[in-house]
């Protein structure tokens, strides 16, 4: 209990924060974007600037331009300069997303069901664990179909996702891929998600226990034993159900079945 009620407060204010940090993050977009276009209005002048004094005839100052040009590194700064800008944008990009994802994943939606892409939702919920994913997982191969949206809370499916996902690094502590899929069951018109690691697989003793509270394979302090007994809930709350088996040659698969009508 008291552990749930960190992790309340955690939530509220990594929802806090989040907001506080959108509104740096926007005015220094806008600054960059103007720093961009300045910079190429720069670099032009230069450029025709440099062009013309070449065109003058005069040896003298055409040398000196070259001296001054060596000696600035102009052609190295010229060509990677549209680059750290560009680059640096994409980083800001990469935030902002970040942030957006973090207030979408906080927010109390409890009751706020509404039509949710699922596919969308697993990308997210990728780039919100990528930093628990990277130093582990080798790659993460998708493999997407073309399903129709459900009826259903976002921040709950997305913990779903989230917490499959993180136990499916922790799996693999020798590392390996990770596979994500979807697809429409049209004969059972459920959607069904899979998540499969090439990890060590679940132990026979705990696989009939795998999402009772409190069971865990993980040492003491890493673990509390609620993510797959909360994500049990979760779907069930969403009238579908979570299952997971072990792979011939290593690893373990979570399925999760979504029905397309899916409600409160």
């Known amino acids: 209990m008291l552990q749930s009620e960190k992790l ?23 600054n960059l974007q103007t720093l961009q276009h300045y910079t190429g209005n720069l670099d032009q002048l230069l450029s025709e600037v440099l062009e013309l004094v070449g065109t003058t005839g005069n040896a003298e100052m055409v040398s000196a331009i070259k001296q001054l040009k060596q000696k600035f590194d102009y052609e190295y700064l010229h060509d990677e300069l549209p680059i750290l800008l560009s680059e640096t944008s994409d980083g800001l990009n990469r935030v902002e997303e970040i942030l957006s994802t973090l207030r979408d994943f906080v927010r109390n939606d409890a009751d706020d069901a509404r039509w949710v892409e699922l596919n969308p939702l697993i990308d997210a919920a990728l780039k919100l664990v990528h ?18 949206p459900i009826w259903g809370h976002p921040s709950q499916l997305s913990q779903v996702i989230i917490n499959v996902l993180v136990n499916a690094a922790q799996a693999m502590p020798k590392g390996g891929d990770i596979e994500v899929s979807t697809r429409l069951l049209e004969a059972e018109n459920m959607i069904e998600i899979c998540v499969c690691d090439q990890g060590e697989g679940i132990a026979d003793e705990i696989m009939p226990l795998l999402f009772e509270p409190f069971v865990t394979s993980k040492p003491s302090g ?30 373990a698969c979570f399925s999760i079945l979504l029905p397309v009508t899916a409600g409160d």
Request: include cysteine.
């Open 8 to 30: 309340a407060t955690l939530g509220k204010l990594t929802s806090g924060v989040a907001h506080e940090l959108n509104n740096p993050v926007c005015y220094v977009k806008t």
């Open 222 to 251: 890493e673990g509390t034993g609620l993510g797959l007994s909360v994500s049990h809930q979760i779907i069930k709350h969403h009238q579908g159900s979570i299952s997971a088996t072990n792979r011939e040659g290593g690893g």
């Open 131 to 148: 930093h628990e994913l990277k130093y582990v997982v080798t790659a993460v191969r998708k493999c997407y179909g073309d399903i129709p």
